[in-house]
């Protein structure tokens, strides 16, 4: 099933729906899943991130540029980035001759590196079928694994997914990759056939020059390599049943990740459960996670 509208009413049918987000989130912390994915709860002040926002409407620019509406109209995109950017962009830092430092988030890098993109990809002219679609298949008994897809495109080839990756990592890693094999599962057993996809790695970088920063990676599994990813994908999804059942998440103490403490940190090391329960009321809201992004 392919609609959104079809995974929103898993949802209010109760039946159970993972992601590899949620996935991923469970095998770095159990307690952290409970936190985020059981509870709902997100910080009531969050931290400015301008990599995740220049990700976010990097993205937004990306479906602009290849919808049928606006197709490779460079400016619109650029507007959108800048639109939905303009508010996270990094505070440049005050260099030691009191004069401010390059930043790497900003809008002038963020431009300059999509209008390098538009360039060098301007004669692909592969058949776009969908943008932003999302898809959900049983994976495990009345299970359904969901994944939101940037791009899918037609080719002499057959189906290919795209995904695009905004990273600081270009060597980023393809096998094994959850992520990648949960597309892969997702659309060969939506159309029936095996299906590749494509990595399309936009690096955000200070030091290179954009052009150095563009590579698309062929992304391509062994039916064997796909059954250790859904075995995995299987048993952590019993993990979390069995962490359900119980009323038990245990804690990873992965503390920092990314080096920055867990927002959950607070709760983790209060002192007794009347200040856990407090501090989850006054430090955070209620907002769950949609990888659709259309609640
Ligand atoms: S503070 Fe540590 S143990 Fe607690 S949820 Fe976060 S990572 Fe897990």
Redesign the pocket.
């Known amino acids: 099933m392919s609609k959104s509208n079809i995974i929103q009413e898993l949802r209010a049918q109760k039946i159970p729906i993972y992601d590899n987000s949620s996935i991923k989130t469970f095998t770095w912390?159990p307690?952290?899943y409970f936190?985020r994915h059981e509870l709902g709860l997100e910080p009531s002040t969050p931290r400015l991130n301008p990599g995740l926002h220049f990700g976010i409407s990097g993205h937004l620019a990306m479906e602009s540029w290849f919808s049928p509406d606006s197709y490779k109209d460079d400016q619109k995109a650029l507007n959108i980035f800048v639109d939905n950017f303009h508010e996270y962009e990094e505070v440049a830092k005050i260099g030691a001759r009191g004069k401010p430092l390059k930043t790497t988030h900003s809008i002038i890098f963020g431009c300059s590196l999509l209008e390098a993109y538009f360039n060098k990809y301007r004669n692909d002219e592969r058949k776009v079928l969908s943008l932003e679609n999302a898809y959900a298949e049983e994976i495990t008994e009345d299970t359904y694994l969901v994944g939101k897809i940037d791009k899918l495109l037609e080719t002499s080839r057959g189906l290919k997914f795209c995904d695009y990756k905004f990273t600081k990592y270009m060597n980023y890693l393809l096998n094994p990759n959850p992520q990648m094999c949960g597309y892969t599962f997702l659309v060969s057993k939506l159309t029936g056939e095996k299906v590749n996809g494509e990595v399309d790695i936009i690096g955000v970088s200070k030091s290179k020059n954009p052009n150095e920063l563009l590579i698309r990676m062929p992304v391509e599994y062994s039916e064997f390599s796909l059954s250790l990813w859904k075995e995995s994908v299987v048993e952590q999804i019993k993990s979390i049943e069995r962490c359900r059942e119980r009323g038990i998440w245990p804690?990873?103490?992965?503390?920092k990740p990314f080096f920055r403490d867990?927002d959950?940190?607070p709760l983790?090391t209060s002192s007794s459960k009347e200040v856990h329960d407090e501090m989850v009321s006054r430090l955070f809201v209620i907002k769950f996670w949609d990888p659709f992004g259309e609640e």
């Open positions: 912390c307690r952290g936190y804690q990873s103490w992965d503390c867990c959950y940190l983790c």
